[in-house]
């Protein structure tokens, strides 16, 4: 069993900044492939950014060049450092684990999620 705790999420004015982080602990491996996603009220749980473990990145088209998903200080955590946030961006922010890696913008392929972080962005 993996445990994942986002946090960071907060209320923002358009055009500023957040940066989430997300832990894994539990049954812990040496490094995972890790993602974001989002939800917004009403709407499907949506991708926003993959890092592979050997840290490729992969991003969806709407945050790709405001978004970085990167490694925090261990193997086992995921930052994601938002920038020129938008009010389309508001939504409750989820990141998860994947074994498999060929379908990482597929939320049904995810492992393990975390229990999500409000992100709002005022317009």
């Known amino acids: 069993q993996v445990q994942l705790v986002e946090s960071g999420g907060g209320l923002v004015q358009a055009g500023g900044s957040l940066r989430l982080s997300c832990a894994a602990s539990?049954?812990?491996?040496?490094?995972?492939?890790m993602g974001w996603f989002r939800q917004a009220p009403g709407k499907e749980r949506e991708f926003v950014a993959a890092i592979s473990w050997i840290g490729r990145t992969y991003y969806a088209d709407s945050v790709k060049g405001r978004f970085t998903i990167s490694r925090g200080n261990t193997q086992n955590t995921v930052d994601l450092q938002m920038n020129s946030l938008k009010p389309e961006d508001t939504a409750v922010y989820y990141c998860?684990?994947?074994?498999?890696?060929?379908?990482?913008?597929?939320?049904?392929?995810?492992?393990?999620w975390g229990q999500g972080t409000q992100v709002t962005v005022s317009s």
């Open positions: 998860a684990v994947t074994r498999d890696f060929r379908y990482y913008t597929d939320y049904n392929k995810y492992d393990y």
């Open positions: 539990g049954r812990t491996t040496s490094s995972y492939n």
